[in-house]
C-alpha cells in the first residue's frame, strides 16, 4: 500500500508532472481560457448579474481544469479533462445571461456580439470605414462599389446614416430633404434624435441607392413608394422597409429596421401587469367568444404589436382568425392575414370586411374603423358571435370608447357587444447594467402609495458604469440609461352593470368607475407607477408618458356630436394617484 503510493508520487513528479510540452498546452489553455474569464468578468457586472458567486464559479472552474489537468497523467486525458472542467461553468454562464439579456445582447455561437465583446474598438473604428453590405428586394447581394464608382458617395452616405444609427439601437429613421437643407431623425426606444445633416445632393443620391435596392422607380419623385431590402451588419441580415414621397416641398423618407421583429410575442410576452394579464389570457376562452375588444393606442405606441399577440392567444387549430390589415407587417401562423390595399379593383374596405365575415370566422382583427360602415358592421347583432379585436389609434380608454361609438353611430348598437377597452403606451425599460439605485423621499413615497413601514428602493437612468476607477458611458444601453421598451396599459371590462351605464344614457365615467370598483384593475397612472415600484421603470419615465403631449390638439374626443357619449372627458388620472393596492 504505502509502497504502490510511493510509485504513484514518483511517477506523477518525475514523469508526468514535469513534463515540459504537457505542461506548454495545460498554460496555453489555461491562458486562453483566463482570457475569457477577465472578458466575462466584466460582462457580469454589465449584465447585472450576482457578481460574487458567477467570479467563483468561473474561476473556480479555472482552477480546478489546470488542477485537474496537472495531476492526470497522460496528457490525451488531462488535457480534455482540462477543457471540460474551464469550459462547462463558462458555457453554463453563457446560458444563464442568455436568459436574462435582451435579444440583441444575446451571445450566439458564432453571433456578432460575442466577436464584436472581443474586439470591441477595432470593430468601431472599422465601422465609420464603412462596413455595412447590401441585399437588394430579391435577397440577393449587391456588392459594394469600389473605389471610382459613380456610386461611392451614395453608398458611403448609406453607410454612415445605417451604422450609426444600428449602433445607437435605433429602430427607425426619418429624413426629409428640402431645396435648401436636410432633416434626418433616428428613433431609440421611442424617443427621436436629431442626426448630422448631410447636404440635400448626397441625401437624394443616397435615397436613389436605396431606392434601386428595394426595387423602385428610381424616377418617381412623386407618389408614395413602399420596399424592403437588407442591410448587413457584423453579419447580421436586418430587414429594412423603405418608404419615400415626395411633394412640392421635398422628399420624405422612412427606414424602418426589422419592423416584424416584436410582432410575435405572445400574451404574456407582452408586458401587462399580472392582474391585466389574467383577464386578457381570458378573452382567449373558447366558451366564451363572441363580443368586441377594442385595443387602443396613439401612433408609434406598439398598438399593431399588442393586437397580433390577442390574436396568438387563440387556438389557430380550432377557431378560424381572419384579419383585414391596411398596413400588414407580421404574418402568424394558422391566422389568415388580408392585406387592404386601395388600389385593389375597387373593393372598398367595409365591402371585404364583409366578405371575411360571411365566411363565418370564429375571430376577426379590424385595423381601421374610421372609414364609414365598419363599426356598424362589426356591432351589428347577426356577428355577435364572432370575437373582434378593433384597433382604435387614441389615447386613452375614453377616447377609444368615443371613436367607437362615433364609427357605430348608434349608443345602444356599440354598447351593446363591448366586452373589454385596453389602452396602453410604450414606456422605456431602465438598462439594468447601470441604473441607480436610491431612497425615495417621503413625499415622493407617498405619492407613489408606498407606506412608510417599509422601506423600498426605486432606481433612476444613469447611463453610466464604473469600469477599474473609471466612470465610462454603459455599454449596453450606449448611455441612454434606457434599453428596450415595455406597456403601461390600462384594461376597461365592461359586464352588464357598466353597459348599462353607457347605453342608453352615455355615461361613460359611471360605467368607468362601476368597473374599476369591481374588477380593482389599476388606470393607466396606477399601471405606470407599479413600474416604478418594482424597478422596471424610472419615476421621471412614467411622468414623460403620462404627460399630455399639449401641442396635439385632443381630435378623438371632439367633435363627435351625436353618438359619442354624454362624458367625454377622461376619468382618469386623477392629479394625484391613490395609495389604493
Ligand atoms: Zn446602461
Redesign the pocket.
Known amino acids: 500500500m504505502h509502497h504502490m503510493y510511493f510509485v504513484l508520487a514518483q511517477n506523477v513528479s518525475s514523469e508526468f508532472l514535469l513534463d515540459p510540452i504537457k505542461l506548454l498546452i495545460l498554460f496555453a489553455t489555461a491562458l486562453v481560457a483566463s482570457g475569457i474569464v477577465s472578458k466575462l468578468v466584466s460582462d457580469i457586472h454589465r449584465c447585472g448579474l450576482p457578481c460574487f458567486k458567477w467570479h467563483g464559479i468561473l474561476i473556480g472552474g479555472l482552477v480546478a481544469g489546470f488542477f485537474a489537468g496537472l495531476f492526470i497523467p497522460t496528457i490525451w486525458i488531462s488535457w480534455p479533462v482540462q477543457i471540460i472542467f474551464t469550459m462547462g461553468p463558462i458555457l453554463w454562464y453563457w446560458k444563464s445571461r442568455n436568459a436574462v439579456v435582451p435579444e440583441k445582447q444575446k451571445f450566439i455561437i458564432g453571433g456578432a456580439k460575442v466577436r464584436a465583446m472581443f474586439k470591441k474598438r477595432g470593430a468601431t473604428k472599422a465601422r465609420s470605414g464603412g462596413t455595412l453590405s447590401f441585399k437588394d428586394t430579391n435577397k440577393k447581394d449587391r456588392l459594394n462599389p469600389g473605389k471610382n464608382d459613380p456610386l461611392l458617395p451614395a453608398f458611403q452616405a448609406a453607410d454612415k446614416l445605417l451604422s450609426n444609427s444600428l449602433l445607437a439601437r435605433a429602430s427607425r429613421i426619418d429624413m426629409v430633404v428640402k431645396a435648401d437643407g436636410v432633416t434626418t431623425v433616428h428613433t431609440v426606444d421611442g424617443i427621436r434624435n436629431k442626426l448630422e445633416s448631410t447636404t440635400p445632393e448626397i441625401a437624394m443620391s443616397m435615397i436613389d441607392y436605396l431606392k434601386d435596392l428595394c426595387g423602385l422607380d428610381v424616377k418617381e419623385r412623386r407618389k408614395r413608394q413602399n420596399g424592403s431590402c437588407w442591410v448587413i451588419n457584423e453579419e447580421i441580415v436586418i430587414p429594412l422597409s423603405f418608404s419615400i414621397a415626395g411633394s412640392s416641398t421635398g422628399q420624405q423618407m422612412r427606414l424602418d429596421f426589422d419592423r416584424a421583429k416584436n410582432m410575435s410575442r405572445t400574451i404574456p410576452q407582452v408586458g401587462f401587469l399580472p392582474k391585466q394579464e389574467k383577464v386578457v389570457l381570458e378573452l382567449a376562452d373558447p366558451l366564451a367568444r363572441g363580443g368586441v375588444v377594442l385595443v387602443s393606442a396613439t401612433a408609434g405606441q406598439g398598438l399593431t404589436s399588442t393586437c397580433l399577440s390577442l390574436l396568438s392567444g387563440h387556438d389557430a387549430f380550432t377557431a378560424a382568425v381572419k384579419t383585414l390589415e391596411k398596413n400588414l407587417i407580421h404574418r402568424l401562423d394558422g391566422v389568415d392575414h388580408q392585406a387592404w390595399t386601395s388600389t385593389q379593383g375597387g373593393v372598398d374596405y367595409p365591402t371585404q370586411l364583409q366578405s371575411i365575415i360571411r365566411r363565418s370566422p370564429d375571430v376577426v382583427y379590424v385595423e381601421d374603423i374610421s372609414e364609414t360602415g365598419v363599426g356598424k358592421l362589426v356591432a351589428a347583432s347577426n356577428n355577435s358571435d364572432i370575437r373582434f379585436y378593433v384597433a382604435v389609434p387614441a389615447d386613452g380608454v375614453s377616447a377609444c370608447v368615443s371613436e367607437w361609438f362615433k364609427s357605430v353611430g348608434n349608443i345602444n348598437l356599440a354598447a351593446e357587444p363591448l366586452r373589454m377597452v385596453i389602452a396602453q403606451k410604450l414606456c422605456r425599460k431602465l ?1 439594468v ?2 441604473r441607480v439605485g436610491y431612497q425615495p423621499s417621503p413625499e415622493q413615497a407617498k405619492k407613489l402609495g408606498i407606506t412608510a413601514s417599509k422601506p423600498v428602493e426605486l432606481y433612476k437612468a444613469s ?1 453610466k458604469v464604473q469600469v477599474k476607477n473609471k466612470i465610462i458611458e ?1 455599454p ?2 450606449n448611455g441612454t ?1 434606457y ?1 428596450g421598451q415595455t406597456i403601461i396599459s390600462e384594461v376597461f371590462i365592461i359586464d352588464a352593470e357598466a353597459r348599462a351605464f353607457l347605453a342608453p344614457k352615455g355615461d361613460f365615467k359611471s360605467a368607468y368607475n362601476a368597473s374599476r370598483m369591481k374588477y380593482k384593475l389599476p388606470g393607466m397612472q396606477e399601471s405606470a407607477l407599479q413600474r416604478v415600484r418594482d424597478g422596471t421603470t424610472s419615476l421621471e419615465e412614467a411622468i414623460r408618458i403620462l404627460t399630455p403631449a399639449t401641442a396635439k390638439p385632443s381630435a378623438p374626443a371632439a367633435g363627435s356630436a351625436q353618438a359619442a357619449p354624454a362624458s367625454t372627458k377622461p376619468a382618469s388620472p386623477p392629479s394625484k394617484p391613490k395609495a389604493s393596492s
Open positions: 438598462c447594467a447601470c447611463g454603459c449596453m444601453c440609461g434599453l
